[in-house]
């Protein structure tokens, strides 16, 4: 595979940002795929590490993009911009494509025109090892939170054709209503037509986390998508991400901001109970995540607000009393409300 490929089919944009780690593994993933009619664009987002000397043995068979640290979501709309594809996949420069990722997706896009774009499971793993073989469950709240499986979302199921891309099932449809109850998409999975991207717009560089779950949100109200269930990607996860507590709250905090943006629409809809329901789970989602990080206040502020939109939450009035509870006992009796749950 060239660098100089014109027209390829696929664009496999790789931002990336001080991953000298694991920008190697990342790009040799993509370079051993069996499926060769694509380009690697990676978007340097200002790396300060040897990013840039470890790339360059892969200069002449891949498109190299520098700039000025400018965060992820202006890095992946200038790969978006330089991407010749007719279809475009994002790997974060941590992940790791699987044997057969890019060849079975164009399969399903080529064959299907009318979807926007294909996404799959995938596995999580650490420096340590594999944490989870499939990794949407353990990942998204959405499916504890609804008591649904990916299947039930979609509205059309076919069994994919043995011809040496695989024999996996495919579930397709407009997936909207239950994406706003929570995000089921890790970028890392996702080919997407470029021409239904673009009209879609660019990720939002202002909001501090979750674009792609804003960004997912408008693509999927825009066009149907498909869903293999079988496993294409290794999504890394860091230990900072499973113990930064504020960042929790960031990201709670920021999903309110996205619900909220589509409260008219809700509205005009008909479906004001819908986003009502939405977003007193998501003040009491953040009054817990106040209370482990003993800003007491603010968890009561939340609870208050999720129990003027339903009066009937026993739950909220519950952690309303346990907001009370002074200083450091606050969190120990908070983990152990939780321990009790069957």
Known sequence: MEAKNAMPTVSVVIPTYNNERYIV?????????????????????????????????????????????????????????????????YLDGDDVMLSGNLEIKAAVMESRPDLGGVFSDFCVFS????????GEKPTFQFFRKTGK??????????KMAPDGVGSATLYSGRIFDWLFQGNVILPSTMVFRKDTALRVGKFLPHLRTQQDYEYWLRFSKLAPLGYIDDVYVKYRRHAKQ???????????????????SY???????????????????????????????????????ALAQSIRLDPGQ?????????????????????????????
């Not at 420096?127 to 499939?134: E, M, T, W």
């Not at 499973?242 to 909220?260: F, G, Q, W, Y």
């Not at 026993?314 to 069957?342: E, H, T, W």
């Open 25 to 89: 593994e990342a790009l040799e993933s993509v370079l051993s795929q069996t499926y060769d009619d694509h380009e690697v664009v990676v978007v340097d987002d200002g790396s300060t590490d040897a990013t840039r000397r470890l790339l360059e043995p892969y200069l002449d068979r891949i498109r190299y993009h520098h700039q000025e640290n400018r965060g992820l979501a202006v890095a992946r709309n200038v790969g978006l911009d330089l991407a010749k594809g007719k279809y475009v996949t």
């Open 149 to 158: 499986d990916m299947p039930e979302i979609f509205t059309s199921t076919e």
């Open 263 to 301: 409260e008219e629409e809700f509205r005009a809809n008909g479906k004001e109970d819908v986003f009502r329901k939405r977003k007193t789970e998501k003040l009491l989602d953040l009054s817990k995540a106040y209370i482990r990080m003993d800003r007491a206040r603010q968890a009561r502020d």
């Open 127 to 134: 420096d340590a090892g594999i944490l989870h073989k499939r």
């Open 242 to 260: 499973l113990t930064d507590r504020s960042n929790i709250a960031r990201v709670i905090e920021t999903s309110m901001r996205i619900i909220e």
């Open 314 to 342: 026993a739950s909220c009035y519950a952690y309303y009393l346990l907001s009370f509870v002074p200083g450091p006992m606050i969190r120990y009796v908070y983990d152990k409300i939780r321990s009790a749950r069957p």
